[in-house]
């Protein structure tokens, strides 16, 4: 079974802070997303990338930074946080052309 | 972009009898459609993965997709209280990039 971490699991900070959400897959996978979820919206993806120093633009990315430093890790970067950014982040990873996506056990970060 | 609508909001259903759930979508290029359960404050358990039209069983759970109609469901059979969740359909297109995108969710209440 593929596995996926993240970390922190739970995070608080306040309005302007600066926020690193880290994820990690050990999985040779190629493909790294970040989603977050909030209710009455599902997930919706933020960034991805399909290897290391690659970073493609989701579909709400807007004050939100990613770097993908190795195959294994991926980063989000949260640089000015506003509470509009409390919410659930899901990390996912899976090899290129597969049609499984595993998950990791998302990071619940709180904006005050 | 793929467009996702699923119904109903919440569903309230007494123990043993059938829950059904239903996601709409815009266009019919996904070939990967899965549904999702997630307790509250938990991360994502898939429950069916289906790849073509037709019906997949796992279990007590049910998946139907008809990509001519844009329509894709979850039948619950005999649901228990342990299965009071949100539930959660995604999908996406088998390739280059698979990100997922997501119904909004549909909150189920199992009553004992």
């Known amino acids: 079974e593929a596995a996926v971490t993240q970390s922190p699991r739970n995070k608080v900070t306040v309005t302007g802070g600066n926020v690193t959400l880290s994820c990690r897959q050990t999985n040779s996978h190629n493909y790294m997303y970040w989603y977050r979820q909030d209710t009455g919206h599902g997930l919706r993806l933020i960034h991805y990338?399909?290897?290391?120093?690659?970073?493609q633009i989701g579909d709400v990315p807007d004050g939100y930074k990613a770097t993908r430093t190795t195959q294994e890790d991926f980063f989000l970067l949260l640089e000015l946080a506003s509470p509009s950014q409390t919410s659930l982040y899901f990390c996912?990873?899976?090899?290129?052309?597969?049609?499984?996506?595993?998950f990791g056990p998302g990071t619940r970060l709180t904006v005050l | 972009q793929q467009k996702v609508q699923q119904s109903p909001e919440s569903l309230t259903v007494s123990e043993g009898a059938m829950a059904s759930l239903n996601c709409t979508f815009s266009d019919g290029t996904s070939d990967n459609f899965r549904w999702y359960r997630q307790h509250s404050g938990k991360g994502l358990e898939v429950l069916v993965s289906i790849f073509s039209d037709g019906e997949k069983e796992e279990g007590r759970f049910t998946a139907h997709l008809n990509r001519a109609s844009l329509h894709v469901s979850l039948h619950i059979r005999e649901p228990q209280p342990s299965d009071s969740a949100v539930y959660l359909c995604?999908?996406?297109?088998?390739?280059?990039?698979?990100?997922?995108?997501f119904g909004s969710g549909t909150k189920v209440i199992v009553l004992p």
């Open positions: 996912a990873s899976n090899r290129q052309g597969a049609k499984e996506q595993y």
């Open positions: 990338s399909y290897g290391a120093g690659n970073l």
């Open positions: 995604a999908m996406s297109k088998t390739g280059f990039a698979s990100a997922l995108t």
